[in-house]
């Protein structure tokens, strides 16, 4: 199966093409580009065709919720054109394999900065759901000799480790995936309720 994933949730944005469980090409920056830009330089690197992909897969954060909102509208208009598999994956589960990866062990907790003077909290080796944290449960973790690892997280915690969620990991792990859906179903991973205030009626000024 020929993939196309795209990891936008960070400041470091990366896209990848894999096929049956091999990476065949990266490209990543720090933020600004589109996606089409990196998708068309992988493609450009693999020389495939854009009719060869065959599923996309995106990771769905939490992290930037506008770069989130990028990628998955990018995968929803090529769904559209092209009729392609889609797949959404939490980009803690790309982080916690990428760990894995560089053979980060022990009690390893997964923290990604949420606002706010919170953070996203995911501890797979405990099977703990992610859940937002505080910044001293996040500090009394690391003093207990746990592992912080995430992107960005040395600006927070000098003790943690920065790790970046990557298109290489992610479309490794969407190798062995078949929960396909249709691009109205990608949300981004976001655990606020989402609130509007409703504005005040317009006065007339006479």
């Known amino acids: ?7 936008f949730s960070s400041d470091n944005r990366s896209v990848s093409l894999v096929q049956d469980g091999v990476l065949i090409a990266r490209a990543a920056e720090t933020g600004g580009r589109r996606v089409i830009g990196l998708v068309e330089e992988v493609l450009r690197q693999a020389g495939w065709e854009r009719e060869e992909v065959e599923t996309i897969v995106v990771g769905l954060g939490p992290g930037s919720y506008t770069g989130i909102r990028g990628a998955i509208a990018f995968a929803q208009g090529w769904q559209l054109g092209r009729k392609v598999k889609l797949l959404g994956i939490s980009s803690v589960e790309c982080l916690a394999a990428q760990a894995k990866a560089e053979k980060i062990s022990g009690a390893v907790n997964i923290v990604v900065d949420a606002q706010r003077d919170e953070f996203y909290l995911a501890s797979f080796r405990e099977g703990e759901p992610l859940r937002l944290a505080t910044h001293a449960e996040i500090s009394a973790r ?9 992107p960005g997280m040395t600006e927070w915690f000098p003790q943690a480790i920065s790790l970046y969620p990557d298109a290489a990991a992610l479309g490794l792990l ?3 995936r078949s929960n396909f859906i249709s691009g109205d179903k990608l949300e981004p991973i976001y ?10 009626p317009l006065r007339i000024i006479q």
């Open 142 to 150: 690391l003093q207990a000799g746990e592992i912080v690892a995430g």
């Open 174 to 176: 969407a190798g062995g």
């Open 1 to 7: 199966m020929k993939i196309l994933a795209v990891e």
């Open 191 to 200: 655990l606020r309720e989402t609130a509007f205030k409703k504005a005040p």
